[in-house]
């Protein structure tokens, strides 16, 4: 039985790969709205491709479908809020909650409250529909929500969302059961991205990472009890108030001088 389920966690990891390039592949001869609606220019003068972070959500959707459809939908939502940021808040350059909400109070909202207030309300859905009882179902949707703006909040320089979603997924590869094959699901996306997201020649944008993170949060809620999501909760929760300082070290990490990224895209969350 552990062996079937392994062999199916090492299927989940290839057809989410295969999805995931084949989805940016189509896109970049389709590219609706033109090619220059899909790509954006690093501080290096370099154009970089967007197609990978919707090609990243369909794939995590699809092969998220399934294992639980409750975590489709919060992949598709993550994505969704994750795309109009990207559209909407492209020029905005506040950052992190204390920004968004102070602006709220003020009256104004800003493309990164709606974002937020969405994925939330995506992860507590997906929390409600994955757990029985109230308080494993709120710790659930924290876990999600949580884990989509963490993958966001490294996504500061080329593969550091794609590579903190591998890192972080790896462990759950040896799980049996449903939670490894979301697992594989996630890493397999993360994979298929990273050469292309290394080297400057596609982003996950917000799409892209906010989707990946809600799988990964997923993947931890379904393989977890009350004492995992617990201190899961509290990971993502502290990491969403020390968030500048999150970004701060993922941008650091692995530099070799000046690092280039997306102008206005990279690390907003």
């Given at each position: 039985?552990?062996?079937?389920?392994?062999?199916?966690?090492?299927?989940?990891?290839?057809?989410?790969?295969?999805?995931?390039?084949?989805?940016a592949?189509?896109?970049?001869?389709?590219?609706?709205?033109?090619?220059?609606?899909?790509?954006?220019?690093?501080?290096?003068?370099?154009?970089?491709?967007?197609?990978a972070?919707?090609?990243?959500?369909?794939?995590?959707?699809?092969?998220?479908?399934?294992?639980?459809?409750?975590?489709?939908?919060a992949?598709?939502?993550?994505?969704?809020?994750?795309?109009?940021?990207?559209?909407?808040?492209?020029?905005?350059?506040?950052?992190?909650?204390?920004?968004?909400?102070?602006?709220?109070?003020?009256?104004?909202?800003?493309?990164?409250?709606?974002?937020?207030?969405?994925?939330?309300?995506?992860?507590?859905?997906?929390?409600?529909?994955?757990?029985?009882?109230?308080?494993?179902?709120?710790?659930?949707?924290?876990?999600?929500?949580?884990?989509?703006?963490?993958?966001?909040?490294?996504d500061?320089?080329?593969?550091?969302?794609?590579?903190?979603?591998?890192?972080?997924?790896?462990?759950?590869?040896l799980?049996?059961?449903?939670?490894?094959?979301l697992?594989?699901?996630?890493?397999?996306?993360?994979?298929?991205?990273?050469?292309?997201?290394?080297?400057?020649?596609?982003?996950?944008?917000?799409?892209?990472?906010?989707?990946?993170?809600?799988?990964?949060?997923?993947?931890?809620v379904?393989?977890?009890?009350?004492?995992?999501?617990?201190?899961?909760?509290?990971?993502?929760?502290?990491?969403?108030?020390?968030?500048?300082?999150?970004?701060r070290?993922?941008?650091?990490?692995?530099?070799?001088?000046?690092?280039?990224?997306?102008?206005?895209?990279?690390?907003?969350?």
């Open positions: 039985m552990i062996i079937r389920r392994s062999g199916g966690g090492r299927a989940a990891f290839a057809v989410a790969a295969g999805l995931t390039r084949a989805g592949a189509v896109l970049r001869t389709a590219a609706p709205g033109g090619p220059a609606r899909w790509e954006r220019t690093n501080f290096a003068g370099r154009t970089v491709e967007l197609y972070g919707p090609a990243a959500v369909l794939a995590a959707a699809l092969g998220a479908a399934r294992v639980r459809p409750a975590v489709a939908g992949v598709l939502a993550a994505g969704a809020c994750g795309a109009y940021d990207d559209l909407v808040g492209a020029g905005d350059p506040r950052r992190g909650f204390r920004a968004h909400l102070g602006a709220l109070r003020q009256g104004e909202v800003t493309s990164g409250t709606v974002k937020l207030g969405g994925i939330c309300a995506a992860g507590l859905l997906a929390g409600s529909l994955l757990k029985e009882r109230p308080l494993d179902r709120l710790l659930a949707g924290v876990v999600i929500a949580g884990a989509a703006h963490f993958v966001n909040l490294v500061v320089r080329p593969g550091r969302a794609a590579g903190a979603v591998l890192a972080l997924g790896a462990p759950g590869l799980r049996a059961g449903p939670a490894g094959e697992a594989a699901v996630a890493t397999g996306v993360a994979a298929a991205v990273l050469p292309d997201d290394l080297g400057e020649r596609a982003m996950l944008g917000d799409t892209g990472a906010h989707a990946l993170g809600a799988l990964l949060g997923a993947a931890v379904v393989g977890s009890g009350r004492p995992g999501l617990v201190a899961h909760a509290a990971a993502v929760v502290g990491a969403a108030v020390c968030g500048e300082w999150v970004s070290v993922a941008r650091r990490s692995g530099a070799r001088g000046r690092a280039p990224v997306c102008v206005g895209r990279r690390g907003r969350p």
